[in-house]
């Protein structure tokens, strides 16, 4: 086995062999499972803004806990259906992106994992698994968690350092800023000129780098502190 293929953050990179291993071992301690969406981002962005995001995330976090953490494939299609009166924006139902989400879990528990965190990028996903989380937490009985990517940094700290104080919203200026930082070639810069929405033209790549790294951190912490037992889901009882 090579170093790079059989100490890989992703799962996708690795034989059978190399994860089971990896497993059998105890060298993975928790694995983190991203899910976003493609839909639309104002003019200006590509329709995968969520999901590079929430990966950009979450694989900085398992590089900074190599070789602890695995990241599983991204579900890059959510509950999008307020967007879908703008062309190219995929969506799927409640039921099926839970489905596949309870079946991301089970497998990932089936294998092995104990910690897992679902790490979301697309508020439009929010409801449907605080909708239902409590039977996640009974049927599963795991350490498992539920963030969104921007929910581990305070408000406070966000608005101190967007012009706009508009904290997290959808394709203005942290979105933007995000961008320019980690990807810059899906920011269309003419686009941002001639849209409605102004805001994103706030937005600079410092900015966004200064987030992103204020971001990883804290879910690098709250991971850490998964793994070490410091955060323990708490599974609601069953009725008597």
């Known amino acids: 086995m090579s170093l790079a293929s059989s100490q890989s953050i992703h799962l996708l990179k690795l034989t059978r062999r190399e994860f089971r291993t990896r497993m059998e071992s105890d060298e ?55 967007h879908t009166t703008h062309p190219g924006t995929l969506s799927a139902s409640p039921g099926n992106f839970l489905g596949i989400l309870w079946d991301t879990v089970d497998s990932m528990k089936r294998s092995g994992f104990e910690n897992i965190l679902i ?16 039977q996640f937490l ?54 941002m000129q001639d849209q409605k929405d102004k805001t994103p033209l706030e937005a600079t790549a410092e900015t966004g780098r200064i987030l992103i790294d204020e971001i990883v951190k804290e879910v690098t912490a709250f991971v850490s502190r998964m793994i070490s037992g410091g955060i323990q889901a708490e599974i609601p009882p069953f009725f008597p």
């Not at 928790?30 to 979450?58: F, G, K, M, R, Y």
């Not at 967007?162 to 995000?178: R, V, Y």
């Open 119 to 134: 790490l979301n990028g697309h508020g439009g996903n929010v409801g449907p698994v605080e909708g239902s989380w409590n």
């Open 28 to 82: 993975l301690k928790a694995c983190i499972i991203p899910v976003a969406a493609t839909e639309q981002h104002l003019e200006h962005l590509a329709l995968e803004q969520d999901w590079s995001s929430v990966n950009v995330v979450a694989d900085a976090v398992a590089v900074n806990l190599a070789p602890a953490v695995l990241v599983t494939p991204s579900m890059n299609i959510g509950v999008s259906e307020h």
């Open 138 to 191: 009974q049927r599963f009985g795991i350490n498992l968690h539920f963030s969104s990517y921007w929910d581990f940094v305070t408000q406070e700290f966000a608005q101190r350092h967007l012009k706009t104080k508009s904290w997290p919203g959808h394709a203005q200026e942290f979105e933007t800023a995000f961008a320019l930082a980690a990807f810059p070639e899906n920011v269309r810069l003419d686009a």
